[in-house]
Antibody, heavy 120, light 107 residues
Framework: EVQLLESGGGLVQPGGSLRLSCAASGFTFSTYAMTWVRQAPGKGLEWVSAISGGGGSTYYADSVRGRFTISRDDSKNTLYLQMNSLRAEDTAVYYC?????????????WGQGTLVTVSS | EIVLTQSPGTLSLSPGERATLSCRASQSVSSSYLAWYQQKPGQAPRLLIYGASSRATGIPDRFSGSGSGTDFTLTISRLEPEDFAVYYCQQYGSSFTFGGGTKVEIK
């Protein structure tokens, strides 16, 4: 059974940093692309970042490029999102999700999310 | 960036009725790389449909997807109580974008 468990969310001041983690199990983590999606309170879904299987290719939404960094440690079956220079508008539940291919496709399994609140 | 517009914003229906949700893209979605997700309050989204018309694992056959190019539809043939939720379309052919969502509520 595929399981994704996010952690690392919390309250941070504007301009601060936070690192999210997503622990994966139930599949061969290294061979699948992964992604982060966020959802501001009461709002819709917004794609944030994606990484290919093996980590050779990374992709970012314009709203976070240059501030966020996606990475993965395949030896630990863990996905990360390093978030720097945080802004109030980054406040959201952050979901990690698995994609069905090495660098392809939709989001077939999702974690339960971790809440990030950016506020002074 | 491909913009996805979902309509209606809210659909008020009774259990047993048919639901038809629309997703329109600002430009053609390549290879029908269009997915649909269901989200219930306090839960993560769940994949329903990918490739515009393929049901994901474990999804009941009352859910069906159709369309190509710029116009896509999610149909729920007979609403069950557990189907009242918010539905999002997503394109994954050119980066990734989501529609704004359609809420299916009990009338």
């Amino acid at each position: 059974e595929v399981q994704l468990l996010e952690s690392g969310g919390g309250l941070v001041q504007p301009g601060g940093s936070l690192r999210l983690s997503c622990a994966a199990s139930g599949f061969t983590f290294s061979t699948y692309a992964m992604t982060w999606v966020r959802q501001a309170p009461g709002k819709g879904l917004e794609w944030v970042s994606a990484i290919s299987g093996g980590g050779g290719s990374t992709y970012y939404a314009d709203s976070v490029r240059g501030r966020f960094t996606i990475s993965r440690d395949d030896s630990k079956n863990t996905l990360y999102l390093q978030m720097n220079s945080l802004r109030a508008e980054d406040t959201a539940v952050y979901y990690c999700a698995k994609r069905p291919g090495y660098n392809y496709g939709y989001f077939d399994y999702w974690g339960q999310g971790t809440l990030v609140t950016v506020s002074s | 960036e491909i913009v996805l517009t979902q309509s209606p914003g809210t659909l008020s229906l009774s259990p047993g009725e048919r639901a038809t949700l629309s997703c329109r893209a600002s430009q053609s979605v390549s290879s029908s790389y269009l997915a649909w997700y269901q989200q219930k309050p306090g839960q993560a989204p769940r994949l329903l449909i990918y490739g515009a018309s393929s049901r994901a694992t474990g999804i009941p056959d009352r859910f069906s997807g159709s369309g190509s190019g710029t116009d896509f539809t999610l149909t729920i043939s007979r609403l069950e109580p557990e189907d009242f939720a918010v539905y999002y379309c997503q394109q994954y052919g050119s980066s990734f974008t989501f529609g704004g969502g359609t809420k299916v509520e009990i009338k």
